[in-house]
């Protein structure tokens, strides 16, 4: 049973560009939610997904936004990058909202340049 | 506000002593209550959780206590082993779709 799977695992933008990261979730979970990580720091929430819509979001920047597909992945996009948007970006799926239980996946790392 | 406060940062232990890392919460509505171990290079790995349902959970060498009416929970492992060295986050939904993490403990366990 495949558990998270983020892609991809690396990348380097350059400051302004604009980056999609992507995740499938584990079979069985319909709730994806998206965190960044910084060095050193514990995983801040940037927002959640079910049924396609955005449920909750964190005191991120309309910079960040996201889609969640029928199939339950779902794509984290940052536009006008920033060199503090550099992180480890993490994906959880679960089901139902609310029940905790997130699965993690191994993250992208991202390096803004 | 949201806010989940973890200590220590850091902690060092003696290979077969005990670990223990406390954590608070904010939210008195907050009803489920996970751990998760983060290893270099890694995602967080869920290690136990805790419902408010109850007081003590336990799982071989890991348990979490919970104390609802302050608003604690802590995570204990005993006879430490090398593998335990990564870090440790505690976690704690808020108006129960998202789950706040602590800023982490790191673990380390001396030979």
């Known amino acids: 049973d495949a558990g998270v799977t983020q892609s991809p695992t690396h990348l380097i933008k350059t400051r302004g560009q604009q980056v999609t990261l992507r995740c499938s979730p584990k079979s069985g979970h319909d709730t994806v939610s998206w965190y960044q990580q910084a060095l050193g720091q514990g995983p801040q929430f940037i927002f959640q997904y079910y049924e396609e819509e955005e449920r909750q979001r964190g005191n991120f920047p309309d910079r960040f936004s996201g889609h969640q597909f029928p199939n339950y992945s779902s794509e984290l996009n940052v536009n006008a990058l920033l060199l503090g948007d550099s992180a480890l970006y993490l994906c959880?799926?679960?089901?139902?909202?609310?029940?905790?239980?997130?699965?993690f996946g191994s993250g992208t790392r991202l390096t803004v340049v | 506000g949201e806010n989940v406060e973890q200590h220590p940062s850091t902690l060092s232990v003696q290979e077969g002593d005990s670990a223990v890392i406390k954590c608070t919460y904010s939210?008195?509505?907050?009803?489920?209550f996970p751990w998760y171990k983060q290893e270099l290079g890694k995602g967080p790995q869920l290690i136990i959780d805790i419902r408010s349902n109850v007081g003590e959970k336990k799982d071989q060498r890991i348990a979490v206590t919970l104390n609802k009416t302050a608003k604690h929970f802590s995570l204990h492992i005993t006879e430490t082993q090398p593998e335990d060295s990564a870090v440790y986050f505690c976690?704690?939904?808020?108006?129960?779709?998202?789950?706040?993490f602590g800023k982490g403990t790191r673990l380390h366990i001396l030979p």
């Open positions: 976690a704690a939904p808020f108006r129960d779709d998202k789950i706040i």
């Open positions: 939210d008195s509505a907050s009803n489920y």
């Open positions: 959880a799926s679960s089901v139902p909202p609310g029940s905790g239980g997130y699965t």
